[in-house]
Protein backbone atom coordinates (compact mmCIF):
# COMPACT_ATOMS: atom_id res chain seq x y z
CA UNK A 1 0.00 0.00 0.00
CA UNK A 2 1.37 3.30 -1.38
CA UNK A 3 1.89 6.08 1.66
CA UNK A 4 0.83 9.55 0.47
CA UNK A 5 0.34 12.85 1.94
CA UNK A 6 -2.31 15.68 0.92
CA UNK A 7 -1.29 19.18 0.35
CA UNK A 8 -4.13 22.25 -0.04
CA UNK A 9 -4.05 25.20 0.00
CA UNK A 10 -6.04 28.67 -0.25
CA UNK A 11 -4.82 32.44 -0.34
CA UNK A 12 -7.30 34.07 1.38
CA UNK A 13 -8.29 33.20 5.37
CA UNK A 14 -12.44 33.33 4.32
CA UNK A 15 -11.62 30.46 1.83
CA UNK A 16 -11.25 26.53 3.44
CA UNK A 17 -9.43 23.75 2.62
CA UNK A 18 -11.96 21.18 3.24
CA UNK A 19 -13.25 20.62 -0.70
CA UNK A 20 -9.76 19.89 -1.56
CA UNK A 21 -8.96 17.50 1.13
CA UNK A 22 -12.49 15.52 0.58
CA UNK A 23 -12.03 15.27 -3.45
CA UNK A 24 -7.87 14.01 -2.80
CA UNK A 25 -9.31 11.80 0.58
CA UNK A 26 -11.51 10.19 -2.20
CA UNK A 27 -8.98 9.54 -4.84
CA UNK A 28 -6.50 7.99 -2.22
CA UNK A 29 -9.46 5.72 -1.06
CA UNK A 30 -10.17 4.54 -4.48
CA UNK A 31 -6.34 3.94 -5.17
CA UNK A 32 -6.26 1.82 -1.87
CA UNK A 33 -3.22 4.73 -0.73
CA UNK A 34 -3.25 5.06 2.88
CA UNK A 35 -3.07 8.69 4.00
CA UNK A 36 -0.27 9.30 6.44
CA UNK A 37 0.02 13.14 6.34
CA UNK A 38 -2.13 16.36 5.58
CA UNK A 39 -0.67 19.86 5.63
CA UNK A 40 -3.19 22.63 4.95
CA UNK A 41 -1.75 25.71 4.04
CA UNK A 42 -4.51 28.50 4.95
CA UNK A 43 -4.45 32.24 3.64
CA UNK A 44 -0.80 32.14 2.19
CA UNK A 45 -0.27 33.28 -1.20
CA UNK A 46 0.92 30.40 -3.62
CA UNK A 47 3.38 33.43 -5.19
CA UNK A 48 5.06 33.12 -1.10
CA UNK A 49 8.07 30.87 -1.57
CA UNK A 50 7.91 29.92 2.64
CA UNK A 51 4.43 28.31 3.20
CA UNK A 52 4.40 26.62 7.11
CA UNK A 53 2.81 23.85 5.70
CA UNK A 54 5.02 23.15 2.67
CA UNK A 55 7.75 23.52 4.32
CA UNK A 56 6.89 20.78 7.17
CA UNK A 57 5.71 18.39 3.75
CA UNK A 58 9.37 19.23 2.40
CA UNK A 59 10.92 18.64 5.90
CA UNK A 60 9.10 15.12 5.96
CA UNK A 61 9.74 14.11 2.83
CA UNK A 62 13.60 14.57 3.74
CA UNK A 63 12.84 11.25 5.98
CA UNK A 64 10.29 9.77 3.76
CA UNK A 65 7.23 9.63 5.67
CA UNK A 66 5.13 9.05 2.12
CA UNK A 67 5.52 7.96 -1.00
CA UNK A 68 3.56 10.22 -3.17
CA UNK A 69 2.57 14.21 -2.52
CA UNK A 70 -0.97 14.67 -4.03
CA UNK A 71 -2.52 17.56 -4.61
CA UNK A 72 -5.91 19.10 -6.53
CA UNK A 73 -3.89 21.33 -8.93
CA UNK A 74 -0.73 23.00 -10.17
CA UNK A 75 -1.19 26.31 -8.90
CA UNK A 76 -2.45 25.05 -5.25
CA UNK A 77 1.88 23.90 -4.64
CA UNK A 78 3.42 26.99 -6.34
CA UNK A 79 2.87 29.04 -8.97
CA UNK A 80 6.35 30.28 -10.54
CA UNK A 81 8.15 27.32 -12.57
CA UNK A 82 11.35 27.41 -10.69
CA UNK A 83 9.76 27.09 -7.71
CA UNK A 84 7.59 24.28 -8.85
CA UNK A 85 11.05 22.75 -10.52
CA UNK A 86 12.17 23.20 -7.24
CA UNK A 87 9.79 21.34 -5.06
CA UNK A 88 9.72 18.70 -7.73
CA UNK A 89 13.28 18.60 -7.41
CA UNK A 90 13.35 17.95 -3.49
CA UNK A 91 10.69 15.28 -3.97
CA UNK A 92 12.51 13.12 -6.81
CA UNK A 93 16.00 13.01 -4.85
CA UNK A 94 13.67 11.09 -2.42
CA UNK A 95 12.07 8.95 -4.97
CA UNK A 96 8.39 10.79 -4.03
CA UNK A 97 5.98 11.48 -6.83
CA UNK A 98 3.80 14.12 -7.74
CA UNK A 99 -0.03 13.58 -8.40
CA UNK A 100 -1.73 16.28 -9.31
CA UNK A 101 -5.51 15.11 -9.60
CA UNK A 102 -7.40 17.86 -11.83
CA UNK A 103 -5.00 17.89 -13.85
CA UNK A 104 -4.58 14.25 -13.92
CA UNK A 105 -1.06 14.64 -13.90
CA UNK A 106 1.29 11.53 -12.14
CA UNK A 107 5.08 12.02 -12.05
CA UNK A 108 5.49 8.53 -11.58
CA UNK A 109 5.22 7.91 -15.07
CA UNK A 110 7.16 9.35 -18.16
CA UNK A 111 4.13 10.77 -19.27
CA UNK A 112 3.35 12.38 -16.49
CA UNK A 113 6.02 13.87 -15.92
CA UNK A 114 6.81 15.16 -19.71
CA UNK A 115 2.98 16.91 -18.94
CA UNK A 116 3.59 18.33 -15.40
CA UNK A 117 6.70 20.33 -16.89
CA UNK A 118 4.69 21.65 -20.15
CA UNK A 119 1.59 22.20 -17.95
CA UNK A 120 4.02 24.15 -15.14
CA UNK A 121 5.24 26.01 -17.98
CA UNK A 122 1.63 27.34 -19.04
CA UNK A 123 0.83 28.02 -15.33
CA UNK A 124 3.92 30.30 -15.27
CA UNK A 125 3.07 31.95 -18.94
CA UNK A 126 -0.50 32.89 -17.65
CA UNK A 127 0.64 34.37 -14.38
CA UNK A 128 3.34 36.30 -16.89
CA UNK A 129 0.80 37.09 -19.28
CA UNK A 130 -1.86 38.07 -16.27
CA UNK A 131 0.98 40.89 -15.36
CA UNK A 132 1.67 41.99 -18.39
CA UNK A 133 -1.86 42.77 -18.95
CA UNK A 134 -2.35 44.72 -15.54
CA UNK A 135 0.65 46.91 -16.58
CA UNK A 136 -0.10 47.47 -19.33
CA UNK A 137 -3.89 48.82 -18.33
CA UNK A 138 -2.57 50.95 -15.80
CA UNK A 139 -0.16 52.55 -18.16
CA UNK A 140 -2.60 53.15 -20.47
CA UNK A 141 -4.96 54.63 -17.65
CA UNK A 142 -2.34 57.06 -16.34
CA UNK A 143 -1.75 57.97 -20.37
CA UNK A 144 -5.46 59.38 -20.20
CA UNK A 145 -5.61 60.89 -16.76
CA UNK A 146 -6.85 58.29 -14.42
CA UNK A 147 -5.27 57.90 -11.16
CA UNK A 148 -5.68 53.96 -9.87
CA UNK A 149 -6.30 53.30 -6.21
CA UNK A 150 -9.03 54.07 -3.90
CA UNK A 151 -10.73 57.45 -3.98
CA UNK A 152 -9.41 59.57 -0.92
CA UNK A 153 -11.27 60.93 1.87
CA UNK A 154 -9.19 64.27 1.78
CA UNK A 155 -11.74 66.89 1.05
CA UNK A 156 -10.96 70.30 2.33
CA UNK A 157 -13.23 69.63 5.79
CA UNK A 158 -10.61 66.60 6.37
CA UNK A 159 -7.65 68.52 5.56
CA UNK A 160 -8.60 71.61 7.97
CA UNK A 161 -9.37 68.46 10.51
CA UNK A 162 -6.12 67.21 9.76
CA UNK A 163 -3.96 70.13 10.42
CA UNK A 164 -5.98 70.92 13.57
CA UNK A 165 -5.75 67.42 15.60
CA UNK A 166 -1.48 67.51 14.37
CA UNK A 167 -1.38 71.00 16.02
CA UNK A 168 -2.92 69.58 19.22
CA UNK A 169 -0.44 67.05 18.76
CA UNK A 170 -2.91 64.16 18.22
CA UNK A 171 -0.87 60.81 17.22
CA UNK A 172 -0.79 60.00 12.93
CA UNK A 173 -2.88 56.77 13.88
CA UNK A 174 -5.73 58.75 15.74
CA UNK A 175 -6.15 60.96 13.17
CA UNK A 176 -6.40 58.49 10.82
CA UNK A 177 -8.93 56.65 12.52
CA UNK A 178 -10.81 59.79 12.58
CA UNK A 179 -10.77 61.29 9.37
CA UNK A 180 -10.97 58.20 7.77
CA UNK A 181 -7.95 58.64 6.02
CA UNK A 182 -4.74 56.51 5.41
CA UNK A 183 -1.63 57.25 7.59
CA UNK A 184 0.75 57.76 4.40
CA UNK A 185 -1.89 60.10 2.99
CA UNK A 186 -1.63 61.93 6.01
CA UNK A 187 1.69 62.02 5.84
CA UNK A 188 2.17 62.97 2.69
CA UNK A 189 -0.64 65.81 2.79
CA UNK A 190 1.23 67.18 5.79
CA UNK A 191 4.28 67.12 4.11
CA UNK A 192 2.96 69.44 1.63
CA UNK A 193 1.70 72.25 3.76
CA UNK A 194 4.64 72.10 5.77
Known sequence: MKKVCLYARVSTKEQDCERQLIELREVAENHDYEVVAEYVDEGISGAKKSRPALDKMLKDAMSRKFSVVMTLELSRLGRSVSNMCEIVEILKSKKIDLFIKNQNVDTSTIVGE???????????????????RVVSGLENARKKGRIGGRPTNLNEETKNKIIEMKRNKVGLKKIAVETKCGVSTIRKFLKEVA
Do not use: C, G, P
Not at 114 to 132: G, H, T
Open 114 to 132: FFFNIMNSVAQYEKDLIRE
